[in-house]
């Protein structure tokens, strides 16, 4: 699935027009979703059925040559056999014939009870990519769906059933669905597709993993997990809270990771990202580090060294190393920067606008009186800002800690 996630994946079946066209056939995607696809096909047709197909197929075309429309007509016939009429080369080809795989997305229907509405979209990792076809965009892709569900409450799950989804948008009716009940899609992964749900089904389904998980089987644990992960992935907007999170989450070698990226990109608005996400870091060795870097106007230019000093100031476990880096390197700041007044204004403000003990209003104090000639107004206003911070934690950090803790208790 992360291979045919790209748009610049190919469909399983492909034309051989020469000898070199079939190293191009037969990779990951042929033998992977080839064997998904076929593992799906079982689970709709029935198992017992599809042995059965499979067993005719093996006959009729021992000793001879065969193609795919073969083997689906073939399964068409034992499925009739049994009672069932579904087109296996209308569905297949589909999957077959068409690059990539949908995300199926089920929302509850607000105003009618028991009624869901299932879409489908292609899934693309970036939906800024040009396709391979341009002339085939990402809506004109579409699926029959084998779609299994099942629904579920807090210590039970009901037996999966099938909804073939056809179009862009349907509606169904689901009898078992009550107010405190969740749904889950694609029963063990059998489908080759991912799944998303409304805000309430996922807060259910979490509330669920959180109480008791082993009501949802593993393999379904394990779909949830990819599918919400893979779902969740460039959006651009957010990468730098994901990017923060993770170095404030993980060890040095994620730390080390991302300064590596920053060193490699060319994207001036990526190194920006990774630049300040570095200053996300809980270990105040890294943070000391930073620091120390970001006068190396080699490794980090001068205009981006402000940020980092002002993002450290804000992070809690880095505001008073960037408080002291700020005073002992004050001269080669405000010789890089003090003619700048616009940015020297800018790096006063941001280290010290989280300053609030009556010590660092002192040292504030104190340090301007060493040092304020070129900046006047912006220390004036600094000091304004920390005696504020003081005044307030003075009032009502007591109260504000006393209300958490009682909220946290409930």
């Given amino acids: 699935m992360l291979l045919d996630g790209l748009t610049s994946s190919h469909p399983v079946s492909q034309e051989v027009q020469q000898a070199t066209d079939i190293d191009r056939v037969f990779d990951w995607i042929a033998y992977k979703k080839g064997a998904a696809l076929i593992r799906m096909l079982a689970n709709f047709m029935g198992h017992s059925v599809f042995q059965m197909?499979?067993?005719?197929?093996?006959?009729?075309?021992?000793?001879?040559?065969?193609?795919?429309?073969?083997?689906?007509?073939?399964?068409?016939?034992?499925?009739?056999?049994?009672?069932?009429?579904?087109?296996?080369?209308?569905?297949?080809?589909?999957?077959?014939?068409?690059?990539?795989?949908?995300?199926?997305?089920?929302?509850?229907?607000e105003t009618t009870d028991n009624v869901i509405v299932i879409s489908q979209e292609r899934f693309v990792y970036d939906s800024d990519a040009k396709p391979k076809d341009p002339a085939l965009g990402d809506n004109s892709y579409l699926w029959q769906i084998p779609l299994t569900i099942a629904v579920g409450n807090t210590s039970h799950i009901s037996s999966e059933a099938i909804i073939w989804v056809s179009n862009k948008s349907e509606h169904h009716r689901i009898p078992a669905l009550e107010e405190a009940s969740w749904l889950l899609g694609n029963i063990n992964q059998t489908g080759y597709f991912r799944v998303n749900y409304d805000i309430r089904n996922w807060r259910l389904l979490i509330?669920?993993?959180?109480?008791?998980?082993?009501?949802?089987?593993?393999?379904?644990?394990?779909?949830?997990?990819?599918?919400?992960?893979?779902?969740?992935?460039?959006?651009?907007?957010?990468?730098?809270?994901?990017?923060?999170?993770?170095?404030?989450?993980?060890?040095?070698?994620?730390?080390?990771?991302?300064?590596?990226?920053?060193?490699?990109?060319?994207?001036?608005?990526?190194?920006?990202?990774?630049?300040?996400?570095?200053?996300?870091?809980?270990?105040?060795?890294?943070?000391?580090?930073?620091?120390?870097?970001?006068?190396?106007?080699?490794?980090?230019?001068?205009?981006?060294?402000?940020?980092?000093?002002?993002?450290?100031?804000?992070?809690?476990?880095?505001?008073?190393?960037?408080?002291?880096?700020?005073?002992?390197?004050?001269?080669?700041?405000?010789?890089?920067?003090?003619?700048?007044?616009?940015?020297?204004?800018?790096?006063?403000?941001?280290?010290?606008?989280?300053?609030?003990?009556?010590?660092?209003?002192?040292e504030l104090k104190n340090f301007i009186k060493s040092y304020e000639e070129g900046a006047a107004a912006s220390f004036s206003r600094a000091v304004e800002t920390v005696e504020a911070n003081v005044r307030w934690q003075k009032l009502y950090k007591e109260e504000l800690f006393q209300w958490l803790r009682k909220s946290l208790t409930h």
């Fill in 53 to 109: 197909g499979l067993q005719d197929y093996l006959t009729i075309h021992k000793y001879g040559n065969a193609a795919r429309n073969d083997l689906w007509n073939t399964l068409s016939k034992a499925l009739k056999r049994v009672g069932k009429s579904v087109n296996i080369q209308e569905v297949m080809d589909q999957w077959t014939l068409q690059m990539g795989y949908p995300v199926i997305t089920i929302l509850g229907n």
């Fill in 207 to 362: 509330n669920q993993l959180t109480r008791n998980h082993e009501v949802i089987s593993v393999s379904n644990r394990a779909g949830l997990i990819d599918d919400a992960f893979n779902l969740a992935r460039i959006p651009l907007n957010v990468r730098d809270i994901v990017y923060c999170t993770g170095v404030s989450l993980m060890d040095e070698d994620v730390w080390e990771f991302i300064w590596m990226k920053f060193h490699s990109t060319t994207a001036v608005s990526e190194k920006k990202i990774l630049l300040e996400a570095l200053t996300c870091s809980d270990d105040r060795n890294l943070l000391n580090r930073l620091l120390n870097l970001s006068l190396n106007s080699e490794v980090v230019l001068d205009q981006d060294a402000i940020d980092v000093i002002i993002h450290v100031a804000r992070n809690p476990h880095g505001r008073d190393l960037a408080w002291k880096f700020f005073r002992e390197k004050w001269k080669i700041l405000n010789a890089r920067y003090g003619e700048a007044l616009f940015m020297n204004s800018k790096l006063i403000s941001g280290v010290t606008e989280f300053l609030n003990t009556e010590e660092e209003l002192r």
